[in-house]
Nanobody, 121 residues
Framework: VQLQASGGGLVQAGDSLRLSCVTSGGTFINWDMGWFRQAPGKERQFVASITYTGLRTFYADSVKGRFTISRDNAKDTVALQMNFLKPDDTARYYC???????????????WGQGTQVTVSS
């Protein structure tokens, strides 16, 4: 199973970015999908997840109302739309897949390589 994340970059505070993660080698429609992030010197933390049906989404309090997770089961992709970015959002963002419920305490079975997001003030 491979997950390939893309879409990161250097932006200013208040800007938007859209991350995308393409999967291959597995059955995408069976997986909960999510995004985590890790800043230098900090632990990897949960950002958002979406159930395999796409009917339920979950967000960390720090991104609620600014970030939106979505999935396209026809294209085996999951996206993270990030609006009103803040310098505190600076981190490497990782997509993950899990064959069971994915959440802050239920880490993915599979990880992508990550994409860097840097937000300047």
């Amino acid at each position: 199973v491979q997950l390939q994340a893309s879409g990161g970059g250097l932006v200013q505070a208040g800007d938007s970015l859209r991350l995308s993660c393409v999967t291959s080698g597995g059955t995408f429609i069976n997986w909960d999908m999510g995004w985590f992030r890790q800043a230098p010197g900090k632990e990897r933390q949960f950002v958002a997840s979406i159930t395999y049906t796409g009917l339920r989404t979950f967000y960390a309090d720090s991104v609620k109302g600014r970030f939106t997770i979505s999935r396209d089961n026809a294209k085996d992709t999951v996206a993270l739309q990030m609006n009103f970015l803040k310098p505190d959002d600076t981190a490497r963002y990782y997509c993950g897949a899990k064959s069971a419920r994915l959440g802050p305490e239920a880490k993915p079975d599979y990880w992508g390589q990550g994409t860097q997001v840097t937000v300047s003030s």
